[in-house]
């Protein structure tokens, strides 16, 4: 009897020790469960964090003590997490903000622009913002490069994610210190641009910045719903094309969503909601005879734009006065409501 208890009591210990092993729900757990009809994008799924529960906790505590996230790691650690490696270069002086950073900042609202746009982003813009009625079947496009410089960067497990300062301007000294981004540093400067981005309140759209896969889901599916269709952008170097097909995925009255990233020591999405788009799939052929699909999205309301959004430059319009459409960039992913 007394044999059979001990039994008993180890079976029970070893379960626990197991329990207490095992890793904890991942991002694509946590989509299976939040989305159980709609297949996690393979895109999107490759952007998992890479960290391990034990690496995770050990982060975890660093942030609690208030040290920099890889200062108890070798200096391969941040490659193989995901994250920013510090920079010893620095920048000369403030860099100016325009309407259009590197790729895709789109400022819709109206945070301030230090400087007009130099004519190589004014160059760029012409080809990235378009009309709606210059988007036809037939027509010859000259295409933007959407591929952007962070291919190496990963989300965040959410326990990390919400653990750091609210992403604001005001936590910009507190979030550099944390990922150890030297003052004066090109990523310092990105990241000022993009907590003033993360800080705008916009009574036109619904929006988030977020660092996480999970956060990610929760603010789609609290604004949209769990009906949806996902779309996202091809990894492509396509340049000049002509348009074989367009399919009309969402009018203007029905929700899209989409994320777009930007500028951090971490992966961050910002994902912002609204109900006065148009979304299309667009069938490209190249000159190769390579054919791809892209997402084009098409912006009815501009009445609330930054005034001095380079699409209005490009496009001869003003705030109100007409639609914007755009390609989306590289690693972008959309949300159709049903």
């Not at 009625?133 to 326990?159: M, T, W, Y």
Request: hydrophobic fraction near 40%; proline fraction near 7%; aromatic fraction near 8%.
């Amino acid at each position: 009897m007394a044999y059979c208890s001990f039994e008993l009591i180890l079976l029970m210990f070893l379960m626990l020790a197991f329990a207490s092993a095992s890793p904890s729900p991942t991002f694509s757990s946590f989509w299976v469960n939040e989305l159980p009809q709609i297949s996690l994008p393979e895109a999107l799924r490759k952007l998992e964090s890479p960290l391990s529960d034990s690496e995770t906790q050990e982060l975890l505590v660093q942030l609690k003590d208030g040290a920099p996230l890889t200062s108890s790691k070798g200096g391969s650690f941040c490659t193989e997490a995901g994250l920013y490696c510090p920079e010893k270069a620095y920048v000369s002086g403030p860099q100016p903000r325009v309407c259009i950073p590197p790729f895709f900042n789109y400022e819709y609202g109206v945070l301030p622009c230090r400087h007009p746009p130099p004519a190589a982003a004014a160059m760029h813009a012409s080809a990235i913002f378009f009309s709606p009625a210059s988007l036809a079947v037939g027509r010859a496009l000259q295409l933007p490069n959407i591929s952007n410089d962070l291919q190496s960067l990963k989300l965040l497990p959410q326990s990390i994610s919400q653990a750091l300062p609210k992403l604001k301007q005001g936590n910009l000294l507190k979030l550099t210190g944390l990922f150890g981004v030297q003052k004066g540093s090109s990523m310092e400067l990105e990241m000022e641009n993009t907590l003033a981005h993360c800080s705008y309140k916009s009574e036109h759209e619904i929006r988030a910045c977020v660092t996480s896969g999970e956060d990610m889901v929760s603010f789609i599916t609290k604004a949209m719903g769990s009906k949806l269709t996902v779309y996202s952008t091809p990894l492509s170097v396509m340049e000049s094309a002509t348009v074989v097909d367009i399919v009309k995925v969402a009018s203007r009255g029905r929700k899209v969503a989409s994320c777009h990233n930007m500028k951090f020591p971490s992966l961050l999405f910002s994902c912002h909601m609204s109900a006065t788009s148009e979304l299309m799939q667009v069938s490209l052929k190249s000159t190769d005879g390579h054919t791809t699909t892209r997402p084009a999205i098409c912006h009815m309301d501009t009445s609330y734009w930054n005034p001095s959004h380079i699409a209005f430059q490009v496009l001869n319009l003003e705030p109100g006065k007409g639609s914007v459409c755009h390609w989306f960039p590289e690693n972008s992913f959309i949300f159709v409501e049903s």
